[in-house]
């Protein structure tokens, strides 16, 4: 009887301290996964929003009218370290300068093609008729200087790629 | 090399208390090096926006770096507070079982240790060093990593982005760090100072104002007002020492920084004009020189700062590592009842070396009698019982019990058996009931009353405003002291010692009082051994056997009558106290 008793006090004591032990350890789970989740959780999220934000990339390059397979273009004098970051098919900006540098005409249109040379200068073609158009339409024969804006590479690249030198825009 | 080892053997027994809490230290740590990223981020971010969304007029490119920015703050505050937190977490608790350990070591601790130090010292000990050290202990991995990480993060930024300024950078910071460490040391030495002094006069007021009663009596009232307004003046100069340490220390930081940071940006300024850098990278390079110079301090001071927070964890090693009380030897054994004979056999003792107070002392008491020692002051009279109580250890000669060497004793269950009245009887602030069953917290209410009224207490108790649930006052301030010392009997008799030592337990009472307990007490049937200190001979006539201490020895010992018959020490201290009388007159309570 006496040993029974004992027994369950023993199990008794047992169990209130394993009960206290897996307190203590889910209590220390909840401190840690305080410490890291949420920080983890919003280097995610910068990440994310880096990951789908594209930049945008502004060039000041001559620009002038010419035809590319049958259809009529405006084709940009672009150097070759700028053409790397232009994919095909990204939306462009257009803006014709004037003598003091102020915009004339702006337009938007589609970069259709490419001329990757390895060398200065490369070409690049933006299509659409809208923006044809509006250079036509201040008279712009032969070429004139144009700032060209392109939204292409990942928020992400550019930061990763981005050092101390200049930054993206050329001039 | 071997010096340094000793050092940190020293910090060995702190292993434990660092290890408890190692997993929180890990990740305090990791959430320093995710703040740590996202304080690095946050200048280059301010880049990002200058030199791709403002110059490139993008407007999705801005919101996106305003929601970065926004969530690096979110990021560093939610970082910061758990860091905190875990901190809090892992020190409060540290500070609760280093506590407790210290508590346990300083009861184990001789009373001599006691004798040397003042209350204010231990209590200075628990209340400031402790939880000093915890903190220590608790955020050591942070303290130490943290101003490397504050370091690396910037500086490797900057390495990325410019190696060319990383190295103008590396040359001039050491300029702030030899400023800092200048003023550091000297801010940290007048600290400590202030500390020290603020303590002794901390320790001082507590003293005085305990002693309120002797200063009035005294009438020395202006005089400690005096002494504790000078001292005051002290701090006070103190204070504009460091005023004006602080005034320098901050004029020349303002100064080189203005001049550093002058000639930094003078130098990033002449690049972003040659067209090699942009406005970005100097805004961003300028922030992080920044971030590097607090980094740079901070890593100069580290090891001040380290050593400073080790003072409080040595003056916690300095009691830890003092020896504790006798313990119990291996395969001590369980005294049983004691109802043995108790012998001192040619004990030498002394409380400091070369000044012995017993000397060769030899002395045997029959179990179940009543026995007194009786002396000059100062022969040794509290030391015997101190002996039996095992506070101290005899130099030479042995105390034993039943045959029994006490050291081979287990000493909890020896104390158990040992009631102790002392001349000082000291109270808790508490009432009547829990200062008696203090001897024994699992006494009943009928027991509390018969100790009472065996050491007749019960009536004075039964007279105050709340009976056994009047409160003393403090250290017993609402009684007199014959009444205190009978608190004191109870309390001693409530825990049926089998053995009762009363060191002039009886000496504020009446002599009629006196002899009225003492007859009480007596054993009558072999229950206890009683051993009675007393100066007073009239309470004494009727022990069984007297002991008449001299040069610390037993110079006589036999009854009242043999010793008067002697007509040696014992006949001269009984004349000088009553003449030829053989009966003392009675006197009141004190």
Redesign the interface.
Known sequence: MERAMTRSLAERLLTKVRRKARAVVRH?AF??S???V???L??A??VG??WF??????LVVPVRIARANGAEVLRCSVPSRDLEKIRLGASAEVEILGPADQVEVAGRGVVVGMARTGRDPCSLDIGGSGVIGLVRRVKVSGSARGRV?V?TRR?LT??ME????????TG | MNELRSHLSRYAPLRRYFLRYL??QL??L??SL??G??GVLSP?IT??TF??AY????L??LI?LA??GL??M??ST??GA??Q??QL?ASQRLTYAMRADFLRHLYRLPLSYFQSRTTGEHLYRLGSDIPGAAGFIGGFVGAVINPFLSALYPLAAVL???WR?ALVAMTVVPVFVLQSRYFGRRQRDLARETAAEQQRIASEATNRIAQVKLVKAFGRERREIREYLSNQIKLIRLSFRSYWLNLQSGTTSNLVNAVVQGGVGLYLGCRVIR????V??LIA?SMYFVQLIGAARGLANLYQGILSQLVPVDRMLDVLEMEGEVQDRPGARHPGSLDGVIALQEIQFGYLPDRPVLNGLSLTILPGTMVAIVGASGGGKTTILNLLLRLYEPDRGTVSVGGWDVRDLKLAPLRQQIGVVLQETHLFSDTVRANIIYGDPEATDEEVIASAKLADAHEFITALPLGYDSVVGEDGCHLSMGQRQRIGIARALIKRPRLLLLDEATASLGSTAEVRILDALRPKNGERTLIVVTHRLSAIRDADRIFVLDDGRIAEQGSHHELLALDGLYRRLWDQQFGSQEVAPSVGDS
Request: proline share 1%; hydrophobic share 55%.
């Open positions: 220390r401190l840690l305080l410490a890291v949420p920080q983890i919003a280097l999220v910068l929003i880096f934000v594209r930049v945008r990339e502004v804006a939204r928020a550019v930061i981005s050092r101390g030198g200049t930054a993206g825009q | 997993d929180l990740a305090m990791v959430c995710l703040s990223f996202g280059y880049k990002l030199d791709y110059a490139n007029r993008d999705h490119l996106a929601v970065a969530l690096m979110v990021f939610v970082g758990v860091q937190y875990l977490h990325w982005m410019d300024f067209g090699d850098m942009t970005g990278t390079l």
